[in-house]
């Protein structure tokens, strides 16, 4: 779960050289909220950025997100679609392995079929809040956006199976995520997180106000040996991701301090989703060999309303929450 870099961070806290309190200019390269976990992204398989809805569908410039159902009860998930045998000689079904030494989420190539100054980083893109990409999001996934993403799913025949419209997105809505993916911890104090996330934790709803935030993390009786994260993904994320092929990874980031203040990038290090000037480095990774968003229509009515029959209402859908706890030995 921890990789190499996780060291690397924990070593340069302790090598910052405390004299710098001293220098006005310089002290608030000590503040601690620098060195705290700053990000969450999500990823999968490399081959899959070549497949669901990345598969260009004439007319590939119409910002409709598209994508084809191989079986009768789902199209994205590996484990429930005739997608994954139907692809098995071609298609990489599983997200690279877990390796210590990992700086990325995908070590290999995640450009989708439609690469025109698209970054490789390894992780879904949200590429709707950037100028250059932004009309090309339903190709490269794998976030709606904030207005929100028109979707079609065919059968193998070419015959549109439904149709609809996602909710928008909360991230984007909220300005929590940047075009790179990165998803961004609640900029706020360490008693604002322990407080909501406590009132999150609780009951949770996609009108959640808490949730636009960010990421929150709790700092409970195991502190500091552990740290309680928790995040969610709302509908209108859950249904693009799935468009898209679904969650293997995810990644727990901090700030690369050291490289910034290499390339002259000095503290404070804000958020901006539009411009974001922040550099992470890999801390923590999980990574599963089954789709987080699987899910199967004969269980559930409201995905086989949307996404087989074309009726129902995103907002049926409730927040998928991730909880994530971190604990240091």
């Not at 060195?35 to 410039?61: E, N, R, V």
């Not at 995040?231 to 727990?252: D, K, M, Q, S, T």
């Amino acid at each position: 779960m921890f990789v190499d870099q996780a060291g690397e961070h924990i070593a340069d806290i302790m090598m910052i050289n405390r004299g710098l309190s001293g220098i006005p200019s310089a002290s608030s390269i000590l503040d601690t909220s620098n060195y705290t976990f700053q990000a969450i992204s999500y990823g999968k398989d490399a081959s899959g950025f070549k497949y669901h809805a990345h598969t260009i569908l004439s007319p590939s410039a119409d910002g409709i997100i598209k994508v084809i159902s191989y079986g009768l009860t789902s199209f994205s998930g590996y484990s429930t679609s005739t997608t994954a045998s139907a692809l098995r000689d071609i298609y990489k079904l599983y997200p690279q392995p877990f390796n210590s030494l990992d700086t990325r989420l995908e070590s290999k190539s995640t450009l989708p079929n439609f690469i025109l100054n698209v970054p490789d980083l390894g992780q879904y893109l949200n590429p709707s809040i950037s100028p250059q990409l932004s009309a090309y999001t339903h190709l490269i996934g794998g976030f709606p956006e904030a207005s929100g993403s028109k979707y079609k799913i065919f059968n193998s025949s070419g015959q549109l199976i439904s149709s609809g419209v996602l909710l928008s997105s909360v991230y984007n809505l909220s300005g929590i995520m940047d075009s790179s993916g990165f998803l961004t911890f609640a900029q706020a104090s360490l008693g604002f997180h322990n407080i909501a996330y406590s009132l999150v934790e609780g009951s949770i709803s996609q009108a959640d106000p808490w949730l636009g935030f960010g990421v929150l993390r709790a700092t409970r009786s195991g502190f500091p040996s552990e740290v309680d994260l928790l995040w969610h993904l709302p509908a209108g994320e859950c249904g693009a991701l799935n468009l898209f092929g679904g969650i293997y990874h995810i990644g727990l980031w901090c700030l690369d301090i050291k490289g910034m203040l290499k390339e002259g990038n000095t503290p404070p290090y804000s958020f901006n989703p539009l411009n974001n000037t922040r550099k992470y480095k890999l801390f923590a990774k999980k990574t599963f060999n089954r789709d987080l968003l699987t899910y199967n229509y004969s269980s559930n009515q409201v995905f086989k309303d949307l996404f087989q029959d074309g009726a129902g209402s995103w907002s049926e859908i409730p927040a998928v929450v991730f909880k994530w706890k971190i604990r240091f030995v």
